[in-house]
T-cell receptor, first 113, second 111 residues
Framework: DVKVTQSSRYLVKRTGEKVFLECVQD?????MFWYRQDPGLGLRLIYF???????EKGDIPEGYSVSREKKERFSLILESASTNQTSMYLC????????????FGQGTRLTVV | EDKVVQSPLSLVVHEGDTVTLNCSYE??????LLWYKQEKKAPTFLFML??SGIEKKSGRLSSILDKKELFSILNITATQTGDSAVYLC???????????WGAGTKLIIKP
């Protein structure tokens, strides 16, 4: 089974802190994605990566950055956390050139106080 | 602007009922439509639809796509409490391979 693992299930951080959300997949997938999910808004793409050291902005990249130094690991960074970044963050991975049938991690519920 | 709209936003039915969830879309470069089930945290894949009129079926779940009217439905027959979840619809944009997500339908099955 494909496994996508996010480092934390729940996280509470203070405003202004630097926050790292880690995601690791074990199926040698080329594509990795970071989404946030908010009630009534569905999943919104923050950043994605099609290869090591490659990143592309999604729909809502402001306030976030990413890092992909190794194929299996995709990190989401909040340089200076703000309360409006309180959300559920989902990481996903998929093989090949399309993100069809993406596999998701369990999610990280981040609360910024 | 591309968009995916799901309805209803929430639905409460009794065990054994049949439900139909709707997903309409306006996506310029349509490639496929996907349904996911989300329980607790991570969405899990249900169906991928690319052609009109061809029903995909898995147990009590089935789905069909209408590319002329730009919508899809997800049917669940003989519902069980384990079907309670948020059901997400997404459309894949063939120009950039990204998924455009609906807000989801929260389905609650009462025993």
């Amino acid at each position: 089974d494909v496994k996508v693992t996010q480092s934390s299930r729940y996280l509470v951080k203070r405003t202004g802190e630097k926050v790292f959300l880690e995601c690791v997949q074990d199926m040698d997938h080329e594509n990795m994605f970071w989404y946030r999910q908010d009630p009534g808004l569905g999943l919104r793409l923050i950043y994605f990566s099609y290869d090591v050291k490659m990143k592309e902005k999604g729909d809502i990249p402001e306030g976030y950055s990413v890092s992909r130094e190794k194929k299996e690991r995709f990190s989401l960074i909040l340089e200076s956390a703000s309360t409006n970044q309180t959300s559920m963050y989902l990481c996903a991975s998929s093989p090949g050139e399309t993100n069809t049938e993406a596999f998701f991690g369990q999610g990280t519920r981040l609360t910024v106080v | 602007e591309d968009k995916v709209v799901q309805s209803p936003l929430s639905l409460v039915v009794h065990e054994g009922d049949t439900v139909t969830l709707n997903c309409s879309y306006e996506v310029t470069n349509f490639r496929s439509l996907l349904w996911y089930k989300q329980e607790k945290k991570a969405p899990t894949f249900l169906f991928m639809l690319t052609s009109s009129g061809i029903e995909k079926k898995s147990g009590r779940l089935s789905s069909i796509l209408d590319k002329k009217e730009l919508f899809s439905i997800l049917n669940i027959t003989a519902t069980q409490t384990g079907d309670s979840a948020v059901y997400l619809c997404a459309v894949e944009d063939r120009s950039n391979y990204q998924l455009i997500w609906g807000a989801g339908t929260k389905l609650i099955i009462k025993p």
